[in-house]
Protein backbone atom coordinates (compact mmCIF):
# COMPACT_ATOMS: atom_id res chain seq x y z
CA UNK A 1 0.00 0.00 0.00
CA UNK A 2 1.29 3.18 -1.03
CA UNK A 3 2.31 5.44 2.46
CA UNK A 4 0.36 8.59 0.44
CA UNK A 5 -3.16 7.03 0.63
CA UNK A 6 -5.32 7.65 3.51
CA UNK A 7 -5.47 6.10 6.35
CA UNK A 8 -7.57 2.61 5.99
CA UNK A 9 -6.11 0.87 8.06
CA UNK A 10 -8.20 -0.65 11.40
CA UNK A 11 -5.71 0.86 13.82
CA UNK A 12 -4.72 4.06 12.23
CA UNK A 13 -1.49 2.72 10.53
CA UNK A 14 -0.13 4.74 7.95
CA UNK A 15 0.50 1.32 5.39
CA UNK A 16 0.59 -2.29 5.81
CA UNK A 17 4.20 -3.57 6.93
CA UNK A 18 3.71 -6.57 5.11
CA UNK A 19 5.47 -10.10 6.26
CA UNK A 20 6.94 -10.50 9.41
CA UNK A 21 10.88 -10.08 9.21
CA UNK A 22 13.43 -11.75 10.29
CA UNK A 23 15.65 -9.42 12.43
CA UNK A 24 18.95 -9.58 12.36
CA UNK A 25 21.54 -7.86 14.43
CA UNK A 26 25.14 -6.87 13.85
CA UNK A 27 27.78 -6.02 16.66
CA UNK A 28 31.64 -6.24 15.46
CA UNK A 29 35.04 -4.58 16.00
CA UNK A 30 35.94 -0.79 15.33
CA UNK A 31 39.40 -1.99 14.00
CA UNK A 32 39.42 -5.69 12.43
CA UNK A 33 42.70 -6.62 11.05
CA UNK A 34 43.16 -5.62 7.33
CA UNK A 35 42.94 -9.03 5.89
CA UNK A 36 40.47 -10.38 8.23
CA UNK A 37 37.85 -8.45 6.17
CA UNK A 38 37.58 -10.42 3.06
CA UNK A 39 36.82 -13.01 4.57
CA UNK A 40 34.16 -12.62 6.88
CA UNK A 41 32.73 -10.42 4.45
CA UNK A 42 32.63 -13.83 2.23
CA UNK A 43 31.50 -15.72 5.10
CA UNK A 44 28.82 -13.46 5.57
CA UNK A 45 27.82 -12.46 2.12
CA UNK A 46 26.90 -17.02 1.56
CA UNK A 47 24.73 -16.70 5.16
CA UNK A 48 22.24 -13.97 4.03
CA UNK A 49 22.39 -15.40 0.41
CA UNK A 50 21.11 -18.78 2.00
CA UNK A 51 18.58 -17.23 4.57
CA UNK A 52 17.35 -15.49 1.56
CA UNK A 53 16.83 -18.93 -0.63
CA UNK A 54 15.99 -20.60 2.68
CA UNK A 55 13.17 -18.08 3.43
CA UNK A 56 12.04 -16.85 0.10
CA UNK A 57 9.05 -14.72 2.00
CA UNK A 58 10.41 -13.70 4.46
CA UNK A 59 12.46 -10.27 4.53
CA UNK A 60 15.31 -9.70 5.95
CA UNK A 61 15.67 -6.86 8.32
CA UNK A 62 19.54 -5.79 9.76
CA UNK A 63 19.81 -3.59 12.59
CA UNK A 64 23.22 -1.84 11.90
CA UNK A 65 25.00 0.67 14.36
CA UNK A 66 26.87 2.17 11.33
CA UNK A 67 30.26 2.47 13.06
CA UNK A 68 33.59 2.38 11.35
CA UNK A 69 34.78 -0.96 11.03
CA UNK A 70 33.08 -3.82 11.04
CA UNK A 71 29.23 -2.37 11.31
CA UNK A 72 30.48 -0.97 7.92
CA UNK A 73 31.62 -3.66 5.59
CA UNK A 74 28.10 -5.94 6.66
CA UNK A 75 25.85 -2.72 6.67
CA UNK A 76 27.83 -2.21 2.23
CA UNK A 77 27.76 -6.30 1.87
CA UNK A 78 23.91 -6.95 3.01
CA UNK A 79 22.64 -4.01 0.69
CA UNK A 80 25.47 -5.84 -2.42
CA UNK A 81 23.26 -8.92 -1.39
CA UNK A 82 20.04 -7.34 -1.39
CA UNK A 83 20.53 -5.80 -4.67
CA UNK A 84 22.12 -8.99 -6.35
CA UNK A 85 19.05 -10.84 -5.43
CA UNK A 86 16.81 -8.10 -6.69
CA UNK A 87 18.74 -8.08 -10.41
CA UNK A 88 18.49 -11.96 -10.45
CA UNK A 89 14.54 -11.85 -9.62
CA UNK A 90 12.61 -12.52 -12.88
CA UNK A 91 10.31 -9.93 -13.82
CA UNK A 92 7.32 -8.98 -11.94
CA UNK A 93 8.64 -12.17 -9.18
CA UNK A 94 7.77 -10.70 -5.88
CA UNK A 95 10.32 -10.12 -3.21
CA UNK A 96 10.51 -9.77 0.33
CA UNK A 97 11.10 -6.19 1.46
CA UNK A 98 14.67 -6.58 2.63
CA UNK A 99 15.30 -3.59 5.10
CA UNK A 100 18.38 -1.69 6.02
CA UNK A 101 17.91 -0.15 9.41
CA UNK A 102 20.78 2.41 10.74
CA UNK A 103 20.47 1.97 14.50
CA UNK A 104 22.48 4.79 15.87
CA UNK A 105 23.45 5.24 19.53
CA UNK A 106 23.21 9.55 19.04
CA UNK A 107 21.42 11.53 16.94
CA UNK A 108 23.20 11.32 13.28
CA UNK A 109 24.95 15.18 14.15
CA UNK A 110 26.28 13.73 17.68
CA UNK A 111 26.93 10.24 15.66
CA UNK A 112 29.38 12.23 13.53
CA UNK A 113 31.50 13.93 15.84
CA UNK A 114 32.16 10.09 17.27
CA UNK A 115 34.30 9.97 13.90
CA UNK A 116 36.96 12.90 14.47
CA UNK A 117 39.88 11.89 13.44
CA UNK A 118 39.17 9.51 11.04
CA UNK A 119 38.22 11.19 7.23
CA UNK A 120 37.84 7.77 5.34
CA UNK A 121 35.56 5.93 8.10
CA UNK A 122 33.03 9.69 7.85
CA UNK A 123 33.19 9.26 4.40
CA UNK A 124 32.02 5.70 3.87
CA UNK A 125 29.64 6.56 6.90
CA UNK A 126 28.37 9.22 4.90
CA UNK A 127 27.87 7.48 1.80
CA UNK A 128 26.29 4.36 3.44
CA UNK A 129 23.59 6.43 5.95
CA UNK A 130 21.64 7.35 2.54
CA UNK A 131 21.17 3.90 1.62
CA UNK A 132 19.24 2.73 4.61
CA UNK A 133 15.95 2.11 5.00
CA UNK A 134 15.40 3.88 8.13
CA UNK A 135 17.55 5.32 10.68
CA UNK A 136 16.77 4.90 14.37
CA UNK A 137 18.44 7.39 17.03
CA UNK A 138 17.63 8.56 20.59
CA UNK A 139 15.68 11.47 18.50
CA UNK A 140 12.93 9.31 17.31
CA UNK A 141 13.28 5.70 18.95
CA UNK A 142 12.44 5.84 23.04
CA UNK A 143 14.74 2.51 23.41
CA UNK A 144 18.10 4.74 22.26
CA UNK A 145 17.79 6.96 25.03
CA UNK A 146 19.66 6.78 27.63
CA UNK A 147 18.37 8.69 31.36
CA UNK A 148 19.02 11.90 31.21
CA UNK A 149 21.80 13.29 33.21
CA UNK A 150 21.42 15.63 36.41
CA UNK A 151 20.89 19.66 36.29
CA UNK A 152 24.44 20.74 35.42
CA UNK A 153 26.00 17.65 33.87
CA UNK A 154 26.59 17.96 30.03
CA UNK A 155 27.48 14.73 28.18
CA UNK A 156 30.25 13.46 27.58
CA UNK A 157 31.60 12.67 23.64
CA UNK A 158 33.75 9.42 25.53
CA UNK A 159 30.34 8.25 27.39
CA UNK A 160 30.11 4.65 26.67
CA UNK A 161 26.16 4.50 27.72
CA UNK A 162 25.14 5.57 24.44
CA UNK A 163 26.83 2.62 23.06
CA UNK A 164 25.89 0.14 25.43
CA UNK A 165 22.23 1.41 24.90
CA UNK A 166 22.53 0.59 21.59
CA UNK A 167 23.43 -3.17 22.11
CA UNK A 168 20.61 -3.82 24.34
CA UNK A 169 18.00 -2.84 21.44
CA UNK A 170 20.01 -4.59 18.99
CA UNK A 171 19.98 -7.71 21.04
CA UNK A 172 16.48 -7.23 22.38
CA UNK A 173 14.65 -7.40 18.60
CA UNK A 174 17.19 -9.54 16.76
CA UNK A 175 16.33 -13.22 16.56
CA UNK A 176 19.20 -14.10 14.56
CA UNK A 177 22.91 -11.54 16.01
CA UNK A 178 25.73 -11.67 13.52
CA UNK A 179 28.90 -11.07 15.89
CA UNK A 180 32.19 -10.74 14.58
CA UNK A 181 35.02 -11.06 17.87
CA UNK A 182 38.12 -11.69 18.01
CA UNK A 183 36.91 -13.64 21.77
CA UNK A 184 38.85 -11.54 24.27
CA UNK A 185 36.35 -9.61 26.66
CA UNK A 186 37.77 -5.84 26.98
CA UNK A 187 35.40 -5.02 29.82
CA UNK A 188 34.38 -1.87 28.78
CA UNK A 189 30.87 -0.50 28.54
CA UNK A 190 28.85 -0.95 24.88
CA UNK A 191 32.02 -3.65 23.72
CA UNK A 192 31.00 -6.85 21.42
CA UNK A 193 31.30 -8.61 24.33
CA UNK A 194 28.41 -6.98 26.02
CA UNK A 195 25.79 -7.40 23.60
CA UNK A 196 27.19 -10.94 22.83
CA UNK A 197 26.74 -11.76 26.34
CA UNK A 198 23.17 -10.48 26.20
CA UNK A 199 22.74 -12.37 23.18
CA UNK A 200 23.67 -15.54 25.26
CA UNK A 201 21.45 -14.73 27.97
CA UNK A 202 24.28 -14.16 30.48
CA UNK A 203 24.80 -11.69 32.76
CA UNK A 204 27.55 -8.89 31.73
CA UNK A 205 29.04 -7.38 34.52
CA UNK A 206 28.63 -3.53 33.12
CA UNK A 207 24.81 -4.59 32.71
CA UNK A 208 22.88 -1.15 32.35
CA UNK A 209 19.31 -2.72 31.62
CA UNK A 210 16.95 -4.86 33.26
CA UNK A 211 16.64 -6.60 30.14
CA UNK A 212 19.74 -7.66 30.79
CA UNK A 213 19.41 -9.46 34.16
CA UNK A 214 15.78 -11.03 33.20
CA UNK A 215 16.12 -14.92 33.33
CA UNK A 216 14.16 -15.42 30.56
CA UNK A 217 13.54 -13.71 26.86
CA UNK A 218 12.58 -14.79 23.07
CA UNK A 219 14.49 -17.30 21.64
CA UNK A 220 17.79 -16.29 20.19
CA UNK A 221 20.88 -17.13 18.05
CA UNK A 222 24.27 -16.44 17.51
CA UNK A 223 26.27 -16.67 15.12
CA UNK A 224 30.04 -15.58 16.10
CA UNK A 225 32.77 -14.75 13.20
CA UNK A 226 36.37 -15.22 14.36
CA UNK A 227 37.43 -11.41 14.03
CA UNK A 228 41.16 -10.26 14.48
CA UNK A 229 41.40 -6.91 16.04
CA UNK A 230 44.54 -5.10 15.75
CA UNK A 231 44.08 -4.12 19.33
CA UNK A 232 44.91 -7.21 20.50
CA UNK A 233 48.05 -9.33 19.21
CA UNK A 234 46.42 -12.36 20.53
CA UNK A 235 42.63 -12.89 19.71
CA UNK A 236 41.15 -16.08 21.18
CA UNK A 237 38.64 -16.71 18.17
CA UNK A 238 40.59 -16.87 15.06
CA UNK A 239 40.01 -15.96 11.40
CA UNK A 240 37.63 -18.44 9.67
CA UNK A 241 36.32 -19.76 13.23
CA UNK A 242 32.82 -20.00 12.92
CA UNK A 243 30.87 -20.66 16.42
CA UNK A 244 27.13 -21.04 16.22
CA UNK A 245 25.19 -21.19 19.28
CA UNK A 246 22.61 -22.91 20.73
CA UNK A 247 23.11 -26.59 19.23
CA UNK A 248 21.94 -29.42 21.20
CA UNK A 249 24.98 -32.09 21.81
CA UNK A 250 28.00 -29.85 21.07
CA UNK A 251 28.02 -28.11 24.91
CA UNK A 252 25.33 -25.73 23.38
CA UNK A 253 27.59 -24.38 20.75
CA UNK A 254 29.16 -25.32 17.17
CA UNK A 255 32.87 -24.72 15.92
CA UNK A 256 32.97 -24.78 12.61
CA UNK A 257 35.37 -23.07 9.58
CA UNK A 258 31.94 -23.78 7.08
CA UNK A 259 29.90 -20.66 7.21
CA UNK A 260 26.74 -22.40 6.29
CA UNK A 261 23.65 -21.88 9.01
CA UNK A 262 23.02 -25.26 10.73
CA UNK A 263 19.47 -26.34 10.38
CA UNK A 264 18.88 -25.81 14.18
CA UNK A 265 18.89 -22.57 13.58
CA UNK A 266 16.43 -22.30 10.62
CA UNK A 267 13.62 -23.82 12.67
CA UNK A 268 12.58 -21.00 13.85
CA UNK A 269 13.13 -18.84 10.95
CA UNK A 270 11.30 -21.59 8.75
CA UNK A 271 8.11 -21.29 10.99
CA UNK A 272 8.16 -17.84 10.65
CA UNK A 273 8.43 -18.76 6.66
CA UNK A 274 5.37 -20.52 6.78
CA UNK A 275 3.04 -17.74 8.37
CA UNK A 276 4.79 -15.42 5.82
CA UNK A 277 3.63 -18.05 2.72
CA UNK A 278 0.56 -17.53 3.55
CA UNK A 279 0.42 -13.84 4.17
CA UNK A 280 1.74 -13.57 0.69
CA UNK A 281 -0.63 -16.21 -0.78
CA UNK A 282 -2.72 -14.17 -3.63
CA UNK A 283 -6.18 -15.46 -2.39
CA UNK A 284 -5.56 -14.16 1.16
CA UNK A 285 -8.00 -11.23 1.29
CA UNK A 286 -7.33 -8.41 4.13
CA UNK A 287 -10.26 -8.53 6.18
CA UNK A 288 -12.30 -5.49 6.23
CA UNK A 289 -14.46 -4.85 9.65
CA UNK A 290 -16.55 -1.95 10.68
CA UNK A 291 -13.18 -0.47 12.34
CA UNK A 292 -11.52 -0.53 8.88
CA UNK A 293 -9.45 -2.86 7.18
CA UNK A 294 -6.39 -5.04 8.72
CA UNK A 295 -3.10 -5.38 7.27
CA UNK A 296 -2.15 -9.03 5.54
CA UNK A 297 -0.19 -10.55 8.78
CA UNK A 298 -3.35 -9.99 10.95
CA UNK A 299 -6.08 -11.64 8.36
CA UNK A 300 -3.71 -14.64 7.78
CA UNK A 301 -3.00 -15.27 11.75
CA UNK A 302 -6.86 -14.43 12.19
CA UNK A 303 -7.48 -17.30 9.19
CA UNK A 304 -5.86 -19.58 11.00
CA UNK A 305 -6.61 -19.21 14.13
CA UNK A 306 -10.33 -19.50 13.36
CA UNK A 307 -9.48 -22.89 11.40
CA UNK A 308 -7.95 -23.96 14.83
CA UNK A 309 -10.49 -23.19 16.93
CA UNK A 310 -13.17 -24.93 15.14
CA UNK A 311 -10.84 -27.85 15.20
CA UNK A 312 -10.92 -27.48 19.45
CA UNK A 313 -14.65 -27.30 19.08
CA UNK A 314 -14.35 -30.49 16.63
CA UNK A 315 -12.72 -32.46 19.02
CA UNK A 316 -14.52 -30.86 22.28
CA UNK A 317 -17.99 -32.61 20.68
CA UNK A 318 -15.88 -35.45 19.95
CA UNK A 319 -14.93 -36.21 23.68
CA UNK A 320 -18.65 -35.45 24.63
CA UNK A 321 -20.32 -37.56 22.15
CA UNK A 322 -17.61 -40.34 23.04
CA UNK A 323 -18.81 -39.39 26.84
CA UNK A 324 -21.94 -40.51 25.78
CA UNK A 325 -21.36 -43.69 24.07
CA UNK A 326 -19.02 -44.81 26.68
CA UNK A 327 -21.61 -44.75 29.75
CA UNK A 328 -24.10 -46.36 27.56
CA UNK A 329 -22.23 -49.30 26.41
CA UNK A 330 -20.57 -49.49 29.84
CA UNK A 331 -24.32 -50.15 31.12
CA UNK A 332 -24.87 -52.56 28.20
CA UNK A 333 -21.73 -54.70 28.90
CA UNK A 334 -21.95 -54.64 32.74
CA UNK A 335 -21.42 -58.20 33.67
CA UNK A 336 -20.38 -59.87 30.68
CA UNK A 337 -17.22 -61.13 29.17
CA UNK A 338 -16.43 -57.93 27.43
CA UNK A 339 -16.66 -55.60 30.56
CA UNK A 340 -13.00 -55.42 31.74
CA UNK A 341 -11.71 -55.09 27.98
CA UNK A 342 -13.99 -52.42 27.17
CA UNK A 343 -13.07 -50.32 30.31
CA UNK A 344 -9.14 -50.57 29.48
CA UNK A 345 -10.94 -48.76 26.28
CA UNK A 346 -11.96 -46.20 28.51
CA UNK A 347 -8.76 -45.79 30.50
CA UNK A 348 -6.87 -45.48 27.14
CA UNK A 349 -8.78 -42.68 26.13
CA UNK A 350 -8.72 -40.37 29.02
CA UNK A 351 -5.20 -41.03 28.31
CA UNK A 352 -4.83 -40.34 24.51
CA UNK A 353 -7.60 -37.44 24.08
CA UNK A 354 -5.64 -34.83 25.69
CA UNK A 355 -2.41 -35.52 23.86
CA UNK A 356 -4.79 -35.16 20.81
CA UNK A 357 -5.95 -31.77 21.00
CA UNK A 358 -2.95 -30.39 22.69
CA UNK A 359 -0.60 -29.42 19.96
CA UNK A 360 -3.29 -27.65 18.19
CA UNK A 361 -4.56 -26.11 21.30
CA UNK A 362 -1.21 -24.60 21.91
CA UNK A 363 -0.71 -23.54 18.24
CA UNK A 364 -4.69 -21.78 18.57
CA UNK A 365 -3.59 -19.91 21.58
CA UNK A 366 -0.14 -18.64 19.83
CA UNK A 367 -1.86 -17.68 16.59
CA UNK A 368 -5.26 -15.97 18.74
CA UNK A 369 -2.47 -14.29 20.83
CA UNK A 370 -0.43 -13.01 18.00
CA UNK A 371 -3.61 -11.71 16.60
CA UNK A 372 -4.89 -9.51 19.65
CA UNK A 373 -1.09 -8.14 20.22
CA UNK A 374 -1.00 -7.32 16.85
CA UNK A 375 -3.64 -4.98 17.22
CA UNK A 376 -2.33 -3.52 20.77
CA UNK A 377 1.31 -2.91 18.51
CA UNK A 378 -0.51 -1.51 15.76
CA UNK A 379 -2.63 1.21 17.29
CA UNK A 380 -0.20 2.20 19.37
CA UNK A 381 2.40 3.05 16.98
CA UNK A 382 -0.25 4.57 14.78
CA UNK A 383 -0.77 7.23 17.98
CA UNK A 384 2.85 7.60 18.84
CA UNK A 385 2.63 5.34 22.02
CA UNK A 386 6.08 3.84 22.47
CA UNK A 387 5.91 1.09 23.90
CA UNK A 388 6.40 -2.84 22.90
CA UNK A 389 3.66 -5.20 23.49
CA UNK A 390 6.41 -8.21 23.85
CA UNK A 391 6.92 -6.67 27.32
CA UNK A 392 3.48 -6.95 28.43
CA UNK A 393 3.21 -10.05 26.75
CA UNK A 394 3.57 -12.22 30.14
CA UNK A 395 3.67 -15.77 29.04
CA UNK A 396 7.42 -16.75 28.85
CA UNK A 397 7.99 -19.86 30.03
CA UNK A 398 5.72 -21.77 27.39
CA UNK A 399 7.95 -21.98 24.10
CA UNK A 400 6.06 -21.66 21.53
CA UNK A 401 4.54 -18.51 23.15
CA UNK A 402 8.20 -17.02 23.59
CA UNK A 403 7.75 -17.39 19.67
CA UNK A 404 5.04 -15.20 19.45
CA UNK A 405 7.18 -12.45 21.62
CA UNK A 406 9.94 -12.88 19.09
CA UNK A 407 7.67 -12.21 16.14
CA UNK A 408 6.14 -9.01 18.19
CA UNK A 409 9.80 -7.78 18.72
CA UNK A 410 9.90 -8.38 14.47
CA UNK A 411 6.76 -6.27 14.02
CA UNK A 412 7.69 -3.53 16.60
CA UNK A 413 11.50 -3.10 14.52
CA UNK A 414 9.37 -2.68 11.23
CA UNK A 415 6.81 -0.12 12.67
CA UNK A 416 9.75 1.68 14.01
CA UNK A 417 11.28 1.81 10.47
CA UNK A 418 8.31 2.94 8.74
CA UNK A 419 7.51 5.91 11.49
CA UNK A 420 10.75 7.05 11.20
CA UNK A 421 10.58 8.19 7.41
CA UNK A 422 6.61 9.12 8.17
CA UNK A 423 4.82 11.95 10.28
CA UNK A 424 2.13 10.75 12.10
CA UNK A 425 -1.52 12.59 11.01
CA UNK A 426 -2.50 12.20 14.68
CA UNK A 427 -5.89 13.62 13.62
CA UNK A 428 -6.96 10.58 11.25
CA UNK A 429 -4.85 8.44 13.37
CA UNK A 430 -7.09 9.03 16.57
CA UNK A 431 -10.23 8.97 14.56
CA UNK A 432 -8.93 5.20 12.90
CA UNK A 433 -8.31 4.30 16.71
CA UNK A 434 -11.66 5.39 18.05
CA UNK A 435 -13.39 3.26 15.69
CA UNK A 436 -11.30 0.50 16.98
CA UNK A 437 -12.54 0.97 20.12
CA UNK A 438 -15.77 1.02 19.24
CA UNK A 439 -15.54 -1.84 17.16
CA UNK A 440 -14.53 -3.78 20.12
CA UNK A 441 -17.01 -2.67 22.18
CA UNK A 442 -20.01 -3.76 19.94
CA UNK A 443 -17.53 -6.89 19.69
CA UNK A 444 -17.48 -7.51 23.37
CA UNK A 445 -21.09 -6.82 23.61
CA UNK A 446 -22.01 -9.42 20.85
CA UNK A 447 -20.12 -12.53 22.06
CA UNK A 448 -21.33 -11.50 26.15
CA UNK A 449 -24.98 -12.09 24.85
CA UNK A 450 -24.39 -15.02 22.63
CA UNK A 451 -22.23 -16.47 25.04
CA UNK A 452 -24.59 -16.31 27.94
CA UNK A 453 -27.23 -17.85 25.67
CA UNK A 454 -25.48 -20.54 24.84
CA UNK A 455 -24.76 -21.22 28.23
CA UNK A 456 -28.06 -20.85 29.49
CA UNK A 457 -29.31 -23.30 26.51
CA UNK A 458 -26.52 -26.00 27.49
CA UNK A 459 -27.93 -26.08 30.87
CA UNK A 460 -31.67 -25.67 30.06
CA UNK A 461 -30.56 -29.06 28.07
CA UNK A 462 -29.08 -30.65 30.98
CA UNK A 463 -31.72 -30.07 33.32
CA UNK A 464 -34.27 -31.09 30.88
CA UNK A 465 -32.58 -34.46 30.15
CA UNK A 466 -31.74 -34.97 33.42
CA UNK A 467 -35.31 -35.12 34.55
CA UNK A 468 -36.56 -37.42 31.89
CA UNK A 469 -33.75 -39.50 32.91
CA UNK A 470 -35.73 -39.38 36.80
CA UNK A 471 -38.80 -40.04 35.66
CA UNK A 472 -37.69 -43.42 33.34
CA UNK A 473 -35.64 -44.36 36.46
CA UNK A 474 -39.23 -44.22 38.64
CA UNK A 475 -40.93 -45.84 35.89
CA UNK A 476 -40.18 -49.15 36.87
CA UNK A 477 -41.58 -48.82 39.80
CA UNK A 478 -45.27 -48.36 38.54
CA UNK A 479 -46.86 -51.92 37.86
CA UNK A 480 -46.95 -53.23 34.00
CA UNK A 481 -44.12 -50.87 33.28
CA UNK A 482 -41.47 -52.02 30.91
CA UNK A 483 -38.57 -53.95 31.90
CA UNK A 484 -35.96 -51.89 29.95
CA UNK A 485 -36.85 -48.73 30.74
CA UNK A 486 -33.45 -48.26 33.02
CA UNK A 487 -31.36 -48.47 29.87
CA UNK A 488 -33.34 -45.08 28.77
CA UNK A 489 -32.96 -43.58 32.14
CA UNK A 490 -29.18 -44.13 31.79
CA UNK A 491 -29.17 -42.46 28.05
CA UNK A 492 -30.81 -39.73 29.32
CA UNK A 493 -28.35 -38.99 32.44
CA UNK A 494 -25.51 -39.55 30.21
CA UNK A 495 -26.65 -37.29 27.93
CA UNK A 496 -27.78 -34.57 30.18
CA UNK A 497 -23.82 -35.02 31.73
CA UNK A 498 -22.36 -34.82 28.02
CA UNK A 499 -24.44 -31.45 27.20
CA UNK A 500 -23.59 -29.64 30.89
CA UNK A 501 -19.70 -30.86 30.47
CA UNK A 502 -20.34 -29.40 27.00
CA UNK A 503 -20.95 -25.94 27.82
CA UNK A 504 -18.24 -26.03 30.80
CA UNK A 505 -16.09 -27.42 28.32
CA UNK A 506 -16.43 -24.08 25.75
CA UNK A 507 -15.96 -22.12 28.69
CA UNK A 508 -18.95 -19.98 27.53
CA UNK A 509 -20.03 -18.26 31.35
CA UNK A 510 -16.12 -18.08 32.33
CA UNK A 511 -15.30 -16.44 29.05
CA UNK A 512 -18.46 -14.42 29.30
CA UNK A 513 -17.16 -12.98 32.60
CA UNK A 514 -13.77 -12.17 31.39
CA UNK A 515 -15.24 -10.10 28.85
CA UNK A 516 -17.70 -8.13 31.02
CA UNK A 517 -14.32 -6.33 32.62
CA UNK A 518 -13.02 -5.97 28.82
CA UNK A 519 -16.21 -4.54 28.06
CA UNK A 520 -16.42 -1.95 30.87
CA UNK A 521 -12.54 -0.74 30.07
CA UNK A 522 -12.94 -0.27 26.55
CA UNK A 523 -16.58 1.83 27.58
CA UNK A 524 -14.46 4.07 29.47
CA UNK A 525 -12.23 4.71 27.14
CA UNK A 526 -14.47 5.78 24.85
CA UNK A 527 -15.87 8.06 27.83
CA UNK A 528 -12.19 9.33 28.20
CA UNK A 529 -12.37 10.41 24.60
CA UNK A 530 -15.73 12.11 24.71
CA UNK A 531 -13.88 14.22 27.21
CA UNK A 532 -10.98 14.95 24.60
CA UNK A 533 -13.06 16.53 21.19
CA UNK A 534 -11.16 16.47 18.22
CA UNK A 535 -11.92 20.23 18.12
CA UNK A 536 -10.34 20.93 21.79
CA UNK A 537 -7.08 20.28 20.95
CA UNK A 538 -4.83 22.07 23.59
CA UNK A 539 -7.26 23.05 25.54
CA UNK A 540 -9.03 21.31 28.99
CA UNK A 541 -5.43 21.87 30.38
CA UNK A 542 -3.70 20.02 27.73
CA UNK A 543 0.18 20.32 27.16
CA UNK A 544 1.05 22.73 24.46
CA UNK A 545 3.89 20.86 23.20
CA UNK A 546 1.75 17.84 23.24
CA UNK A 547 -1.52 18.11 22.52
CA UNK A 548 -2.32 14.81 21.75
CA UNK A 549 -0.63 13.30 25.11
CA UNK A 550 -3.83 12.97 26.70
CA UNK A 551 -5.44 10.95 23.72
CA UNK A 552 -1.93 8.66 23.90
CA UNK A 553 -2.52 8.31 27.67
CA UNK A 554 -6.20 6.37 26.69
CA UNK A 555 -5.23 4.81 24.02
CA UNK A 556 -1.97 3.22 26.13
CA UNK A 557 -4.75 2.45 29.10
CA UNK A 558 -7.32 0.36 26.31
CA UNK A 559 -3.93 -1.86 25.11
CA UNK A 560 -3.01 -2.27 27.90
CA UNK A 561 -6.59 -3.49 29.20
CA UNK A 562 -6.44 -6.03 26.54
CA UNK A 563 -3.31 -6.90 27.20
CA UNK A 564 -4.34 -7.92 30.73
CA UNK A 565 -6.85 -9.84 29.18
CA UNK A 566 -5.43 -11.68 26.79
CA UNK A 567 -2.56 -12.69 29.64
CA UNK A 568 -5.38 -13.93 32.16
CA UNK A 569 -6.93 -16.12 28.99
CA UNK A 570 -3.74 -17.11 27.84
CA UNK A 571 -3.19 -18.88 31.93
CA UNK A 572 -6.06 -19.89 32.02
CA UNK A 573 -6.06 -21.85 28.73
CA UNK A 574 -2.60 -23.19 29.37
CA UNK A 575 -3.63 -24.39 32.66
CA UNK A 576 -6.98 -26.03 31.80
CA UNK A 577 -5.81 -27.41 28.23
CA UNK A 578 -8.71 -29.07 27.71
CA UNK A 579 -10.67 -26.17 27.03
CA UNK A 580 -10.51 -23.81 23.87
CA UNK A 581 -12.27 -20.92 25.41
CA UNK A 582 -14.01 -18.10 23.38
Known sequence: MNSAQPLLLAQGLLQ??????????????????????????????????QLMVALPHTPLVMLNGMAAGIDTEIAEEFLAVVEQQRSNARPAQPLPRHQLVATLPKTPKDFRRDFDGDAPALQRFEALLPRADAILHPGNCQELRIPPLPPGHTPSSTDPTPYAQQGVFVARHCYLLLAYYDGVDTQLMGGTAQVVSIQREEIYPLF???????????????????????????????????????????????ITADPT?????????????????????????????PEGLHTRLHAALSETAGALKQQHIRLI??????????????ELLEGTFWFGGFLLVVLASLAWLPR?????????????????????????????????????????NHNQLRIARMMLRAVKVQLLALYSQEQRPMQDAM???????EGQVKFLEGRIRNFRLYNRRCRHAAWVLGAGAAAFGFAPLRPGAANNLDIV??????????????????????????????????RRGIAALELLKAGEVGSLGADPADPWLRHRIVMEAMGREK?????DWIADQIQRIHRPGG
Do not use: M
Open 431 to 437: SQARRWL
Open 208 to 254: VNVAEVAASREPAALICHGTPRIKHPTPKQQLGEIRYWPIKGHSDEL
Open 317 to 330: ELVVVLGFALIVIA
Open 16 to 49: DPGAAALVIGVTGHRDPRPETVPVVRENTRRQLR
Open 563 to 567: LDELN
Open 489 to 522: AIALLAASASVYAYGELIGYEETANHYERSLEQF
Open 356 to 396: LQQTSKERFIEKRSLVECLSVQYLWSAVGVELDTADLFHVR
Open 261 to 289: IPEALLQLPRQLEAINRQVAAPDLKAAEE
